[in-house]
């Protein structure tokens, strides 16, 4: 894995001494993807605010992760299911059938935990054991998982590492938001060493385009001295 020099990386709030650093969904919201523009459109031709329909699913998202939280560091006690959202449910029902059906211990390590380096930070949904190997777990009630989730993960590994935390799995729930269904999606890191490390690096290069264009985005045209 490729690494960063004179890294120094702590849990603590999203800020490194005098400099606010990137965040790892910050940087990869440098990537435009298709399917975003699309589905801007399509609620446009439904007269949908997009702004308004992306603050609603953040809301909604947030909800999902807080019910999960307290699930998870509340000795895993069911409350009554009644005004749960389904997203929550929908973890319940992967709980169950990764854990109980076939008798595996599932083991909150780290919850809600935000990691600082001095290049980029985040904020990571969950750290598990589950049986004998360990998970970076994230949540997604989104509809499209692709390659950037990875690239996510992949960064939030870096971040574990630096304080000496192995992790043996990079693993997307994706929960459904309308009835108790997940899909689970995997990368085994010893398996699928080379994807990963393509994976980070592939981050690392977003992350110096970011910084870059961030530093352009100061500078006046002017300054280029154009006549």
């Not at 990869?28 to 589905?39: T, V």
């Amino acid at each position: 894995m490729s690494t960063l020099s004179n890294d120094e990386v702590r849990i603590g709030t999203y800020e490194h001494g005098e400099n606010k650093v990137p965040s790892v969904t910050q940087v990869l919201s440098h990537i435009n993807e298709d399917y975003i523009a699309q589905w801007a459109n399509s609620l446009g031709f439904k007269g949908i605010g997009y702004r308004r329909e992306l603050n609603r699913y953040a809301v909604e998202g947030t909800r999902v992760h807080s019910e999960i939280e307290h699930f998870l560091t509340n000795d895993l006690c069911m409350t009554d299911p009644v005004d749960k959202t389904m997203g929550f449910m929908s973890f319940i029902q992967w709980f169950n059938d990764m854990g109980y059906e076939r008798n595996i211990l599932i083991e909150p390590i780290m919850l809600e935990k935000s990691l600082i380096g001095k290049y980029f930070c985040g904020t990571i949904d969950a750290v598990m054991r589950i049986g004998n190997e360990v998970h970076i777990v994230d949540y997604k009630t989104s509809s499209n998982i692709g390659y950037k989730y990875f690239m996510q993960l992949s960064a939030y590994r870096y971040l574990l590492e630096e304080i000496d935390i192995h992790v043996d799995k990079l693993t997307v729930l994706q929960l459904n938001k309308y009835e108790s269904k997940y899909k689970q999606y995997t990368i085994d890191i010893k398996q699928n060493e080379e994807l990963v490390d393509s994976l980070f690096n592939g981050f690392i290069n977003t992350l110096n385009s970011f910084n870059s264009i961030r530093v352009f985005r100061e500078i006046k045209i002017s300054d280029f001295g154009v006549k």
